[in-house]
């Protein structure tokens, strides 16, 4: 089955920029949809991105809208997020999911996850 591996993670101070990456190796059988979720201890789970890999159809939070760009490679087999003008409230381990297409929108679709990259933005 299809195994995520997250890198790019580090601390940056506010108004920095981080890129994440997201690795998937193995079948994707019809696995079209890549996320990026995060979550800090304490509080709930975010999506904060996502690509349908074949549309290249993307989604953002409201709280991450134009400072946060989802992508993927040529090969579809890597997801990006690239994060700029970061904030203090951007600190959490992020996750990146895959989910069959076309539950791109559907949080709960989401069922193969990487291990996460721990984010943290100082004031």
């Known amino acids: 089955h299809v195994q995520l591996v997250e890198s790019g993670g580090g601390s940056v101070q506010t108004g920095g920029s981080l890129t994440l990456s997201c690795t998937a190796s193995?079948?994707?059988?019809?696995?079209?949809?890549m996320g990026w979720f995060r979550q800090d201890p304490g509080k709930q789970r975010e999506r904060v991105a996502a690509?349908?890999?074949?549309?290249?159809?993307?989604y953002y939070a409201d709280s991450v809208k134009g400072r946060f760009t989802i992508s993927t490679d040529y090969t579809k087999s890597t997801a990006y997020l690239k994060m700029t003008d970061l904030k203090p409230g951007d600190t959490a381990k992020y996750y990146c999911?895959?989910?069959?297409?076309?539950?791109?929108?559907?949080?709960?679709?989401?069922?193969?996850w990487g291990q996460g990259t721990q984010v943290t933005v100082s004031s």
């Open positions: 999911a895959t989910a069959p297409g076309p539950y791109c929108l559907e949080p709960d679709r989401y069922n193969v």
């Open positions: 690509v349908h890999t074949l549309s290249d159809d993307t």
């Open positions: 193995g079948p994707r059988n019809r696995r079209y949809c």
